[in-house]
């Protein structure tokens, strides 16, 4: 059974940052996605960072929701079984519950939350201003 449980979250004031980290256990295929996604109550939930996994094609991809490229990184340990997020220049509108899940065999959409079976319990951020 994959088991996934998030880490890291907390309270930080706008422009500061902070490291989500994600381990990932009873997991054995060779080719998947990890991603990110956030929820706050009321709306659907957001991809926010996705990297693949697969040693035969485009391993390391990335993919970054618009509203956090160039200030969130998605990265990640194979030998640990972890993926991280590290968030930047937080905003309030980054306040969020923050999941991590993965995706077997790939996927079409990498931000869609469709995409994914295994999902962690979620590690809340709140940014205030």
């Known amino acids: 059974q994959v088991h996934l449980v998030e880490s890291g979250g907390g309270s930080v004031h706008a422009g500061g940052s902070l490291r989500l980290s994600c381990v990932v256990s009873?997991?054995?295929?060779?080719?998947?996605?990890m991603a990110w996604f956030r929820q706050v109550p009321g709306k659907e939930r957001e991809g926010v960072a996705a990297?693949?996994?697969?040693?035969?094609?485009?391993?390391?991809?990335?993919h970054y929701a618009d509203s956090v490229s160039g200030r969130f990184t998605i990265s990640r340990d194979n030998a640990k079984k972890t993926v991280d997020l590290q968030m930047s220049s937080l905003t309030p509108e980054d306040s969020a519950r923050y999941y991590c899940a993965i995706a077997y065999g790939g996927a079409w959409y990498p931000l869609r939350s469709s995409e994914y079976k295994y999902w962690g319990q979620g590690t809340q951020v709140t940014v205030s201003s």
């Open positions: 009873g997991h054995t295929s060779s080719s998947y996605f």
């Open positions: 990297i693949l996994t697969d040693p035969y094609n485009g391993d390391g991809n990335t």
